[in-house]
């Protein structure tokens, strides 16, 4: 039973009570675990223990990697490479080389942001366990789930249907992996 | 004395009742999750309504004259446009310029109301991030078109080329370059990211009901969206960072349209008033655009619950707002052109007013000052189809702006001899208004295959979101 199965999946009907229901899986020390919710829920991070997101490093690695892009393309192509002369004034200035590096601060922020978000999540990963079970569609539509996996050191099924249902799951079911 | 105040001060107090002044409702009629599941869903998963060919049918047709206008250019030359000196700008940077606009409503929307944590925005900002989108695409036609052998458009960036001459990045026509691209495609990532949760419920819903193409499409694009809460935490901070930085992105954008026109020495261009203004009129023009696109939609899906009378009070403050910004810059533009003291520049306005164009100005001051002022009253904002009439005023308004800015400055240059009249060619009539064609393709698409509001946003704000329900538990 225990190579095959992912874990645990119980559902709840509204965020209060995912919300409570968390706090107490948080509490009783499981560290494999998720919920899945339609949108997301005001204050869940805390109630599930998850940090900060780090996406804000990956986005300002990309902002000055985007900005010394621009500035030195700028340095490199009209001052280096070809000086070209335009209207007897300087090959370079931070001045004028300033709007196109700006725009590229942003462009390279956002692709950073963005694959930074991916690269957190794991994503994109089109097989997963979870997504096999037929709680997701209620997940992603109206309903909030907890799963806990199997991998968890605390994991044991009878104890861990157990602990779902003391906090108000309902449904609960194991998932095959 | 002062104990007798203060002893009867409570027994006042305590008649005084505070105002209560409730937040507005953003989905009407208590709706559940599930209605809001369904109802989006299955506006794609429904049969396509008949009215959706025609529109369909006819968009494609209007967005032949763009193809066939443009074939003729490229095989002919960019001489069949109207341009000759002095006029060398006309109806194609007032048409780019003119679309530019338009998208900036969207980006408005999605990351300057999400940072302002304007919750209205979620039923709206789907639908114009894809006229964002859509507008840039339209836009970009006409720079490109223009530079004449458009097979060299790729020396607007800096690739290495036989001559070994890089471009002149003092141009602001190259910071255009950068800003036009970089808004595209920084609009069409944020976009995206916004769509990936909607994409994974459509790409189980398609899995139930059997329809395994579809839903391999969506799932791929979903990219194995699980909503799980260590997912969204991520998601939402990447959302939030976006936010952030589409914000100076969508100012900095209309900006450097600005300079463009105020980096010359044109009178009648060069104001430094530009930056503001344009930004201001785009916004101004978006949300015109915004309100002619999402009244339809509203009543032709019966979207009333998700897009309700608030939704459209709102919409119709912003271009009350920004419209009577734009009035401001028109005046502020004669005051400086007289307190100035610079005789060119004093002609180049007064003749904006009563010359060869003065038909154009007063149909922009009709549209853009005066149109926008019906909205301070709220009989006019309860009637959407007077809102949506005066938004069609409010788009042609903001076309013919940028046609008095352009035109009439250049018609009217610094040698009296070279003056001209500049009217546009049959060429040019067509590829301006096949774009709409363009746009409406590219709409009917979207509400076709795309789910029209993103249905995890507006989950997001609605009461059964919140776990603490109107008392806290912390």
């Known amino acids: 039973m225990a190579a095959s199965s992912h874990g645990v999946i119980a559902t709840f009907d509204t965020s209060a009570d995912i919300y409570h229901a968390a706090q107490k899986v948080r509490d009783a020390g499981y560290k494999f675990w998720d919920c899945i919710t339609p949108c997301p829920v005001h204050g869940l991070d805390g109630a599930m223990g998850v940090k900060r997101s780090k996406v804000p490093r990956f986005s300002l690695t990309g902002g000055i990697l985007g900005f010394t892009t621009g500035m030195s ?20 200035s931070p001045m004028f080389a300033f709007p196109v590096s700006y725009e590229l601060t942003i462009l390279l922020t956002a692709f950073f942001t963005i694959g930074g978000m991916f690269f957190l999540n794991g994503l994109p990963m089109h097989y997963h366990p979870v997504l096999k079970s037929d709680h997701i569609h209620a997940g992603l539509d109206d309903k909030f789930l907890i799963v806990i996996e199997a991998r968890d050191p605390q994991f044991d099924a009878a104890a861990t249907k157990a602990l779902l249902a003391e906090i108000g799951g309902k449904d609960i079911t194991e998932i095959e992996d | 004395m002062a104990h007798a105040e203060s002893a009867a001060a409570p027994a006042i107090l305590s008649e005084v009742k505070p105002a209560e002044l409730p937040r507005a409702t953003l989905v009407e009629n208590h709706r559940s999750f599930s209605w809001i599941t369904d109802k989006i869903c299955g506006i794609i998963e429904g049969k396509t309504p008949g009215w959706w060919w025609v529109c369909f049918a006819l968009a494609c047709f209007v967005a032949s004259w763009t193809v066939a206008g443009i074939t003729y250019l490229v095989a002919t030359g960019v001489g069949v446009w109207g341009h000759a000196n002095p006029v060398n700008w006309a109806w194609d940077i007032v048409n780019f310029v003119f679309w530019i606009g338009i998208g900036h409503a969207g980006t408005l929307i999605s990351a300057i109301l999400c940072l ?20 840039v695409v339209c836009a970009g036609i006409f720079p490109v078109f223009h530079v004449g052998r458009v097979w060299f458009a790729w020396y607007l960036f800096p690739i290495p080329n036989a001559n070994e001459i890089w471009q002149n990045f003092r141009s602001p026509l190259e910071w255009d370059v950068f800003a036009v691209s970089t808004y595209g495609t920084v609009s069409v990532l944020f976009w995206y990211v916004g769509l990936i949760p909607d994409l994974a419920i459509l790409r189980d819903r398609f899995f139930k009901a059997g329809n395994k193409v579809r839903s391999f499409l969506y799932g791929l694009f979903a990219m194995g969206w699980r909503g799980a809460n260590r997912h969204w935490s991520n998601y939402e901070m990447a959302y939030l960072v976006l936010a952030g930085i589409s914000t100076p992105l969508v100012l900095s954008v209309h900006t450097i349209v600005s300079f463009d026109f ?18 201001a009129g785009a916004i101004f023009s978006g949300f015109g655009m915004v309100l002619t696109l999402m009244l339809p939609l509203r009543a032709v899906f019966k979207l009333e619950d998700l897009i309700t009378q608030y939704h459209i009070d709102c919409m119709c403050k912003i271009t009350l707002a920004t419209g009577t910004i734009v009035g401001y810059a028109y005046g502020m533009e004669f005051f400086i052109a007289w307190y100035g003291a610079n005789p060119n520049e004093g002609f180049a306005f ?39 009439v005066l938004s069609i005023f409010v788009n042609v308004g903001m076309w013919f702006e940028r046609f008095v800015i352009i035109v009439t400055s250049l018609a009217r240059d610094f040698l009296p001899s070279s003056w001209g009249y500049y009217s546009p060619s049959i060429v040019e009539i067509f590829t301006f208004f ?14 076709r295959f795309l789910p029209i509001m993103p249905m995890a946003e507006i989950k997001g704000v609605m009461p059964q979101a919140d776990p603490h329900a109107g008392h806290d538990h912390h």
């Open chain 1, 73 to 92: 393309m700028i340095w490199f192509t009209g001052a280096y490479d070809y000086q070209l002369i335009v209207g007897g004034k300087p090959l370079f």
């Open chain 2, 350 to 388: 007064i003749n904006r007013a009563f010359g060869h164009y003065a038909w154009a100005y007063w149909i922009m001051i009709s549209c853009n000052v005066i149109t926008p002022q019906f909205f301070w009253f709220k009989a006019v904002r309860n009637n959407t189809a007077v809102v949506w």
């Open chain 2, 116 to 135: 302002l944590r304007q919750k209205w925005r979620t039923s709206i900002n789907r639908a114009a991030e894809a006229m964002t989108i859509f507008a």
């Open chain 2, 434 to 447: 096949g774009t709409f064609g363009v746009f409406s393709v590219l709409f009917l698409l979207f509400i």
């Open chain 2, 262 to 279: 105020a980096v010359s020495l044109l009178p009648g261009w060069h104001t430094t008033i530009f930056p503001p203004y344009f930004v």
